[in-house]
């Protein structure tokens, strides 16, 4: 049986896309007979710890954050939290998959029984300063670049002669999927509230306000997060925290917003796509993969609150535009962005 190791820079305790798509290939790698083992760090080099290490080897025991309350892992899978990234805490492997640059520096220095290395590179890091290192990390021997998304295909290239891989991100379409009607929806719109500044939750919020000054509760305004309901929004929004049926929630609108400023890959605009809504986005290249203007979705200028609310308007106002779009969506997403694919195109590289 060959191993796969999965080796993470934190045992992450709440939904976030990066450590969610390491998740979903281990669960789809288990079903298919491979022994899976993930490991979460503890000591990342480069990250800033607030604690000591032995006082967060506590509370992480205690909290159990190797397995994520979040996401539910395999019980075949072998995950665990790990000092830090050495051969002394990694077992023998075939193949040794890292995500995050500063874990890939690590990775990159383990001996050859580890397994294959490889970097799964799923946004351009670079908003923790160390550019330099986190571009020697394209560049590592030894090391396969996979990517998630067309455009960082071009940052690589400015960093590597090495090959680069695309695998896009996938939808677990068994998961996110129709359930009501598209044609059947009122007019509704839902939004991922984030705290960081990158997700652009800011201009989401301004862009609901202008929509209740001219429509009022004639539309359902919903956010949903990880979060407690923030401070400033409005009574009028209703605000979902940790859904538990985010695919019930999905169904229950008709037009997904999301006014992101940077993204490595829209997940949930991908999930909102495979469950009918009509996603409007910001124009940033990590919503580009999926969306194709006014054919699977509808693109807005980033942080430009005013094109995103007359767009937005004119869907509602021209339902049989919505309804075209979010099929166009759908099919997008079930005929291009398979996990099925991306997971045979990952294992067919791991042992070519």
């Not at 080897?57 to 395999?74: A, C, G, K, S, V």
């Not at 492997?93 to 995500?99: A, E, F, H, P, R």
């Amino acid at each position: 049986m060959k191993t796969i190791n999965f080796v993470l820079p934190f045992p992450p305790k709440e939904p976030t896309g990066g450590p969610k798509v390491m998740y979903i290939y281990a669960n789809m790698l288990v079903e298919r007979g491979y022994k899976v083992n993930i490991y979460h760090s503890l000591n990342t080099s480069y990250k800033r710890y607030s604690k000591p290490y032995f006082i967060r080897r506590i509370l992480h025991y205690m909290r159990r954050t190797h397995q994520p309350n979040w996401f539910e892992l395999d019980a075949r899978i072998h995950s665990i939290n790990i000092k830090e990234v050495n051969d002394s805490y990694i077992k023998d492997g075939d193949v040794i998959i890292s995500t995050w640059w500063a874990t890939a520096l690590e990775v990159s220095k383990l001996s050859k029984s580890k397994g294959k290395k490889i970097n799964l590179i799923q946004d351009y890091e670079n908003w923790k300063g160390y550019e330099n290192l986190l571009h020697t990390s394209y560049d590592l021997p030894n090391t396969l670049n996979v990517v998630i998304a067309t455009y960082l295909i071009e940052i690589l290239k400015k960093y590597t002669q090495k090959p680069v891989y695309v695998i896009p991100n996938s939808i677990d379409t068994t998961i996110y999927k129709l359930e009501n009607n598209i044609e059947d929806r009122k007019p509704s719109i839902l939004m991922l509230y984030s705290k960081q500044e990158r997700k652009g939750s800011l201009y989401a919020i301004e862009v609901v306000k202008k929509l209740y000054d001219k429509y009022g509760n004639t539309l359902k305004f919903s956010f949903f997060g990880t979060h407690h309901r923030p401070s400033g929004l409005p009574s009028w929004v209703n605000y979902v925290q940790k859904p538990d049926h985010l695919t019930q929630l999905y169904n229950e609108h008709s037009i997904f917003l999301t006014t992101s400023i940077m993204e490595g890959w829209g997940l949930p605009a991908c999930e909102a796509m495979a469950c009918g809504c009509c996603v409007i986005a910001s124009e940033i290249d990590g919503h580009k993969d999926f969306i194709e203007h006014n054919e699977s979705g509808i693109f807005f200028e980033s942080k430009n609150v005013n094109e995103a609310f007359e767009k937005i308007m004119n869907l509602i106002d021209n339902d049989e535009i919505r309804i075209r779009i979010a099929k166009k969506g759908n099919h997008t997403i079930l005929n291009k962005f398979s996990l099925e694919s991306s997971v045979q195109k990952l294992i067919k590289l791991f042992f070519s």
